[in-house]
């Protein structure tokens, strides 16, 4: 993991602790897999604004201009230091996910796709939201959905990390689901939808 990443999962845990919902990390829309070591707390901070540019959250950006860049370092150091890391959350790359696996047959997003299973409009999400909260409340939900899928798509559908992620962050982002639109889903879930 490069030290920009390392920093990016640590800002995202600082938010949390930082009580501000849901941040997605620094560097997420670029990319983030490059080796780039020089990234000051500056560009992090500057890197989660853009993130948040085009979508009203309403995150007070302002709150961290009293951290300094020292103290930030060192708290983001004790973070790393701690071991445990979120990986950078995008909600574009999850949208995708979203129909690309499936979950849409089943999981309404502003008034797209199917309603056997709950709906997942952002705007009805806990907020703040908690990702684990997310993944456990799927883990309850497996044996109907996994039968089901079973049924429908012949498989179980399959997701790593990263990818559960990237979803738990657009299912959380109302900017984002404002942009679907039923032309999205791939055609051969389209006849699945009842
Ligand atoms: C074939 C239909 C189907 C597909 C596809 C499907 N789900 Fe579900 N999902 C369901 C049903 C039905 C439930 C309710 C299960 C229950 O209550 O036992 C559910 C429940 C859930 C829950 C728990 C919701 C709650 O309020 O407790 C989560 C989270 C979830 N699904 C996420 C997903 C994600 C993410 C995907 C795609 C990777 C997905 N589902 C794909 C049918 C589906």
Redo the contacts with the bound molecule.
Sequence with gaps: MSTKELYTAAAFTVALFLGASVVLAAGAHSGGHEDDDDHSTDDMLEGMRELHADHDHGHDFAAMDHISEDDMHRTLDFLVDVGLVVPNMDSQRGAE??FE???I???VVNGVG?E???S?NAADMPHPMNAFE?AA??W??A???VA??E???GEM?Q?DGQQ?AD?VAF?HDEGAQSEVSADQIPANFRDLIP
Excluded: E, N, W
């Design positions: 996910l979203f696996k499936g979950c047959v089943c999981h199917g056997i299973g709950p997942f997310f409340r799927m309850r939900g044996p109907a959905m089901m899928q049924d429908l798509f559908i997701l559960l979803i299912v």
